[in-house]
């Protein structure tokens, strides 16, 4: 069976625009190819710069952006904010994902405190009005619990998704790193729409420890961070990463694929249909995963990659 992405409305026939993925059963839609923000403090753009790359996102499709509440020792999501607030189209044409429940080392009075994780009620609550104030929005499209906590309490957690998605403040919510068992456990009492996880070349422990096997199986996809390795994949010059980076752009030569293309079509032509976070400030950047979000790879070609990762034949 063909691994074509789910796609609905009518991007399907636009070449250049990025195809929609339905996350859950009736769940939120994202762009298959989100921007993630998490480096938006260190691209030292202007308002008018900030608003640009957020229209040219929307005009490729790339209509979901990534957050959370600690990104830029918390200033990302009001540079993202104040960026909306200049336009009063823009925040209407896209989806906002953010995190919260790990907290921050703070220095109050001389004492620092230690950095934690709280996914509490009443913490989990002051977090989303806290980055509904800063991103300027109304709501947020889909809330993530950025890391598992040994604290968490499942029941307390759904308890509180049901009362903050009765107060019209979020839409959907996910989970982010988290095991396939502790998200079972929260799914048993609480529909998630995604697991936000790890997965490059440089890092196969989701496709190797069962979990996007079981998110596949539920129907549910998940979003990738760090697909290039946070840049390593091209920057690394082991040898071995710098036999990946040589197979990636071979097979994105073959493609039409720049090398970061050809990464994220390796990626997507997983049956669990991930959908790839994008770490640039770079239009181009991005332009690369939407032309690859387009491309279905050939069977044979992605086990020649998986090969060269790997450094072995399959058994
Ligand atoms: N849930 C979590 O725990 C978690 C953790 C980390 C990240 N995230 C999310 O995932 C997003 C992506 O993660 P990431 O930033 O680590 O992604 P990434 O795409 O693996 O890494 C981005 C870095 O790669 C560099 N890069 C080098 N060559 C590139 C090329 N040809 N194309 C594109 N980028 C290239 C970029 O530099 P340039 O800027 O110069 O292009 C940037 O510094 C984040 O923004 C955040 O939203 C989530």
């Keep these: 069976m063909e691994n074509k992405p789910d796609t609905i409305g009518s991007d399907k026939d636009v070449s250049m625009s990025c195809p929609k993925v339905t ?96 996914l509490s009620d009443q913490y989990i609550k002051k977090s989303v009005d806290n980055s509904l104030q800063k991103l300027g929005v109304e709501k947020i499209d889909l809330l993530l619990i950025h890391r598992p906590s040994p604290l968490m309490d499942f029941d307390e957690m759904a308890a509180t998704f049901q009362d903050i998605r009765a107060s019209g403040k979020v839409l959907h919510f996910g989970v982010s790193n988290f095991t396939q068992t502790q998200f079972a456990a929260l799914n048993r009492r609480f529909p998630l729409s995604t697991n936000q996880v790890e997965f490059s070349p440089l890092n196969l422990n989701a496709m190797n420890d069962g979990l996007f096997e079981s998110l596949q199986d539920l129907n549910i996809a998940p979003m990738i961070w760090s697909a290039l390795g946070g840049g390593s994949i091209f920057s690394n010059h082991t040898a071995h990463i710098q036999r990946i980076h040589q197979a990636f752009t071979q097979a994105g030569l073959s493609m039409g694929l720049s090398p970061a293309g050809a990464v994220y079509a390796w990626i997507m032509r997983l049956p669990c249909k991930p959908v790839v976070l994008t770490g640039s400030g770079r239009i181009q950047a991005i332009a690369e995963a939407v032309t690859a979000s387009n491309v279905q790879m050939d069977a044979l070609q992605w086990f020649e990659l998986l090969e060269i990762i790997r450094g072995h034949e399959v058994a």
């Design 23 to 118: 996350m859950h059963q009736g769940g939120v839609a994202l762009s298959r190819v989100v921007a993630g923000m998490w480096r938006m403090g260190d691209w030292s753009m202007s308002v008018n710069a900030r608003v640009r790359l957020i229209e040219q996102c929307i005009e490729m499709g790339v209509t979901s952006f990534d957050h959370a509440d600690i990104y830029g020792d918390s200033s990302v999501e009001a540079l993202f904010g104040e960026a909306l607030a200049s336009s009063v189209t823009l925040k209407k044409q896209l989806q906002i994902i953010t995190k919260c429940g790990i907290k921050l080392p703070t220095h109050t009075g001389g004492i620092r405190s230690l950095k934690h994780y709280n």
